[in-house]
């Protein structure tokens, strides 16, 4: 029985060659005769390439492949985890004997710290011989690497062919990801996804001066397959043709005099807000002080559950695993749980987190909402991101109309770095332009612009929404999380937005310079 996927392509049958079943069947029996609680086993193929050409020249290429399984218990009330990579069924059953060990060991340690607190998952139905395949139609990994790197050169070309370009680097990261899982429960799947992000930047020098400064394509990274560099769903060739004569504009352009400003984000730009202020800060693990490496705790925590106010009352989130072509999306995460879609804020309120299974035990939930997920098979999985995004009016502005509507601001153009504190509450971030509006209509661009809020005040100033056309789904490839550290995949929805007094930053003042 198949899940309903996407598409129609199937599990590479290499993949499907590998002994999974009885490698499943072996560790699962010996947890169960151990005495384990819950035991659950996950075997992971997961090839990550990578292209990397410097002025029209290759510079670089990897291509790994991690392969592996894991199994993890649950037993007295205790985790217990372990991995291995012999595929022999002797072998996976030492591997669970290891994790029932593990959990012994853990028990007893927090026995001696004085804590009764047991381990505890939440209910979740049984999903028996399920497959799912994400969104693609060719896979970049069946593209010759010639191919690629054509393709990467032609590109980093013309940039290098206009005026004012000095240098142009070009890269291009795909992942083929498989996994297969079990658990005593006897929900079973096995899934396939692929990811890919390319990305082109030129970067302009003055000869006289020395100054340089440097402009990168908008084009995020999707859960699509080679058909994203080929198949014109994204104009390539004119974003290329564009960004040139923006980065001349760039390098000529004044310097920004701080103070309050009307902004228009592009999704280009505020996607990464959303990331950072949202998306870490509505995972329920760093809500309730258990997660803190990497991003840190949460302002919004549990007692604030449909009473915190987020922003203003057109702002609605939804946490996703379902949206086609985004990179957390999954037909079930590493605990068996189906994905779903869910609120997070609704009309400005906080109404929802991500949970896994063990937090949404922990803190009355019915159900977790799918947000597990491990990087290989050699780490334990834990509370991962979904895709959060933020929704677009149904009836509501073109980007055009919002810069149309301001007198005095600036449009925000593209995501470049950014900070935000350890509560996910006050923030500044950059971006690859910004455009002066004046009086409605763009003026050319600034330099060295910052926009620097809380959270609370950011969202709260959002006064108006772009409708559906505006919506675009960014996102990114390194989200950081867990120690060890785990990186994971995550896509972010929004529409256009327009945000009303923002404070305005001079970074180059900031720095002393």
Not at 12 to 28: G, I, M
Not at 114 to 131: C, K, M, Q
Not at 437 to 466: C, H, K
Not at 486 to 503: M, R, T
């Amino acid at each position: 029985m198949s899940a309903a996927s996407p598409h129609s392509l199937d599990i590479d049958a290499s993949f499907l060659a590998l002994p999974l079943r009885p490698l499943a069947d072996a560790a699962l029996a010996r947890a169960r005769a151990l005495g384990a609680e819950h035991a659950d086993f996950r075997f992971e193929r997961v090839r990550s390439a990578s292209w990397r050409l410097r002025d029209a020249r290759p510079a670089g290429a990897s291509d790994t492949t991690d392969l592996g399984y894991a199994v993890r218990v649950v037993h007295g009330g205790a985790w217990g985890f372990a991995s291995g990579v012999d595929l022999s069924m002797d072998a996976a059953a030492r591997v669970a004997a290891q994790a029932v060990a593990m959990a012994k060991l853990s028990a007893r340690v927090i026995a001696a710290a004085g804590s009764d607190e047991r381990v505890e998952l939440a209910a979740e139905p049984v999903h028996a011989e399920r497959t799912w395949v994400s969104s693609y139609e060719i896979d970049p990994f069946t593209v010759p690497d010639a191919e690629k790197t054509e393709l990467l050169a032609d590109w980093s070309a013309r940039l290098l062919r206009a005026d004012g370009v000095t240098h142009a680097d070009a890269a291009l990261l795909t992942v083929h990801e498989n996994k297969f899982y079990a658990d005593t429960a006897g929900t079973v799947t096995t899934q396939q996804r692929v990811r890919l992000h390319p990305e082109l930047t030129a970067v302009a020098v003055d000869p006289a001066s020395g100054e340089f400064d440097s402009m990168r394509t908008l084009a995020p990274p999707v859960g699509r397959g080679w058909e994203y560099l080929t198949d014109g769903r994204y104009d390539w060739d004119g974003e290329l043709a564009r960004m040139p004569e923006l980065l001349a504009e760039k390098m000529r352009a004044p310097s920004v005099e701080p103070g309050a400003y009307d902004l228009v984000v592009d999704p280009s730009n505020l996607w990464l807000t959303i990331h950072e202020s949202i998306g870490h800060a509505t995972e329920l693990d760093r809500a309730l002080g258990y997660e803190a490496a990497y991003a840190g705790t949460s302002f919004a925590t549990f007692d604030q559950l449909g009473k915190l106010a987020y922003g203003s009352e057109i702002m609605n989130v939804t946490g996703d695993r379902t949206v086609e072509h985004g990179l957390a999306t999954i037909g079930y995460d590493d605990e068996g749980v189906a994905g779903q879609s869910w609120d997070l804020i609704k009309d400005g309120t906080l109404v929802g987190y991500q949970l896994d299974r063990r937090i949404a035990k922990l803190t009355g939930f019915e159900r977790s909402n799918g947000c597990a997920y491990a990087d290989s098979p050699g780490h334990v999985p834990v509370q991962r991101m979904a895709n959060v995004s933020l929704r677009p009016a149904p009836d509501g502005p073109s980007t055009d109309e919002l810069i149309a509507g301001v007198e005095h601001g600036i449009y925000v153009v593209g995501d470049r770095s950014w900070s935000i504190d350890m509560q996910r509450y006050n923030f500044q971030f950059t971006g690859q332009r910004f455009h002066r509006i004046e009086n409605g209509r763009l003026a050319g661009q600034l330099r060295d612009v910052a926009y620097q809020a809380s959270t609370p005040d950011f969202w709260g100033s959002m006064a108006a929404v772009g409708g559906p056309r505006t919506y675009v789904l960014g996102g990114a490839f390194n989200c950081g999380k867990a120690q060890p550290g785990q990186i994971a995949a995550v896509s972010h929805g929004c529409p256009s937005a327009l945000f009303e007094g923002v404070n305005i930053l001079n970074t180059t003042r900031e720095a002393g310079r």
